[in-house]
T-cell receptor, first 118, second 114 residues
Framework: GAVVSQHPSRVICKSGTSVKIECRSL??????MFWYRQFPKQSLMLMAT?????????EQGVEKDKFLINHASLTLSTLTVTSAHPEDSSFYIC??????????????FGPGTRLTVL | AQTVTQSQPEMSVQEAETVTLSCTYD???????LFWYKQPPSRQMILVIR??????QNATENRFSVNFQKAAKSFSLKISDSQLGDAAMYFC???????????FGTGTRLQVTL
């Protein structure tokens, strides 16, 4: 149980294009989803928190106009990196939590998406 | 603000031996949750074990157990009978509950040798 998928697993794009990453909870309803960024050999950095049906809450220093987050349903959240540049190249990870569930405090993670911007 | 500290950047253990990874945290809350996540080379974050702060009993999941010392704000992970598949980055994390985000430590890279 508690499986989270992420698509695509890898994406290479040209500078200036937009990239959309999907995060799905497969066997539970995710009232809250989180988006993280991870640089090589570093810990996870939280970018934003999204609750189903409401606007995402962004961490300090994260540009909300650049990283668009949509959490339109209880099983799907998307992160769109708009006008991507080489400095946006990174490993992006989503996680999901069912706040109403028995393990409502526990986040389950997707497998991550490696974004390379040329 | 809550902080999580993992003071061991790297650890090494021989196969079948036992290893303990350290984690300390700082919080003024009385009710919270602690987690250990494993990130193997695939980079998939896998929940290893969780502990609710109000429970005095240490959590155990098969070969994984924790030593939770609330007064000392310490939450170490013990891996018994280490296996090659245990080689990974291990992150300690803290949360105040269902409304809260996770705060991660910097991670400990565990090597398992033959």
């Amino acid at each position: 149980g508690a499986v989270v998928s992420q698509h695509p697993s890898r994406v290479i794009c040209k500078s200036g294009t937009s990239v959309k990453i999907e995060c799905r909870s497969l066997d539970f309803q995710a009232t809250t989803m989180f988006w993280y960024r991870q640089f090589p050999k570093q810990s996870l950095m939280l970018m934003a928190t999204s609750n189903e049906g409401s606007k995402a809450t962004y961490e300090q220093g994260v540009e909300k106009d650049k990283f668009l987050i949509n959490h339109a349903s209880l099983t799907l959240s998307t992160l769109t990196v708009t006008s991507a540049h080489p400095e946006d190249s990174s490993f992006y990870i989503c996680s999901a939590r069912d706040a109403r569930g028995v393990r409502g405090d526990t986040q389950y993670f997707g497998p991550g998406t490696r974004l390379t911007v040329l | 603000a809550q902080t999580v500290t993992q003071s061991q950047p790297e650890m090494s253990v021989q196969e079948a031996e036992t290893v303990t990874l350290s984690c300390t945290y700082d919080t003024s809350e009385s009710d919270y949750y602690l987690f250990w996540y494993k990130q193997p080379p695939s980079r998939q974050m896998i929940l290893v074990i969780r502990q609710e702060a109000y429970k005095q009993q240490n959590a155990t999941e098969n070969r994984f157990s924790v030593n939770f010392q609330k007064a000392a704000k310490s939450f170490s992970l013990k891996i018994s009978d280490s296996q090659l598949g245990d080689a990974a980055m291990y992150f300690c994390a803290y949360s105040t509950g269902t409304a809260s985000k996770l705060t991660f430590g910097t991670g400990t890279r565990l090597q398992v040798t033959l």
